[in-house]
Nanobody, 124 residues
Framework: QVQLVESGGGLVQAGGSLRLSCAAS????????MGWFRQAPGKEREFVAT????????LYADSVKGRFTISRDNAKNTVYLQMNSLRPEDTAVYYC?????????????????WGQGTQVTVSS
């Protein structure tokens, strides 16, 4: 069982930055691929970024490529999402997720555990 708790969301102006953190419980954090997803009001949850168990492989949605960076610290059981050059269309609830797999995963059904989410609001 893995429990995930996100933090770091908030209100920021367009062009600003935020760093999201996701703290995981459990001793086997390093054996999970991790991902970030987001869901805007009235829209489906969408993939944002994913990182392999070692951090050696990362994938991003086209909409955030070059602006967002995913990273992980297995010693701290934490995954991060650095978000730069934020846009109003990035406004959403951001979710952290863990997949029982070593490599990257981009689909919601591939993930076994989810956090409660953290709100990110970007004003224009």
């Amino acid at each position: 069982q893995v429990q995930l708790v996100e933090s770091g969301g908030g209100l920021v102006q367009a062009g600003g930055s935020l760093r999201l953190s996701c703290a995981a419980s459990g001793r086997t954090f390093s054996s999970y691929a991790m991902g970030w997803f987001r869901q805007a009001p009235g829209k489906e949850r969408e993939f944002v970024a994913t990182i392999s168990w070692s951090g050696g492989r990362k994938l991003y949605a086209d909409s955030v490529k070059g602006r967002f960076t995913i990273s992980r610290d297995n010693a701290k059981n934490t995954v991060y999402l650095q978000m730069n050059s934020l846009r109003p269309e990035d406004t959403a609830v951001y979710y952290c997720a863990a997949a029982s797999a070593m490599t990257t995963k981009t689909l919601t059904y591939e993930y076994d555990y989810w956090g409660q989410g953290t709100q990110v609001t970007v004003s224009s």
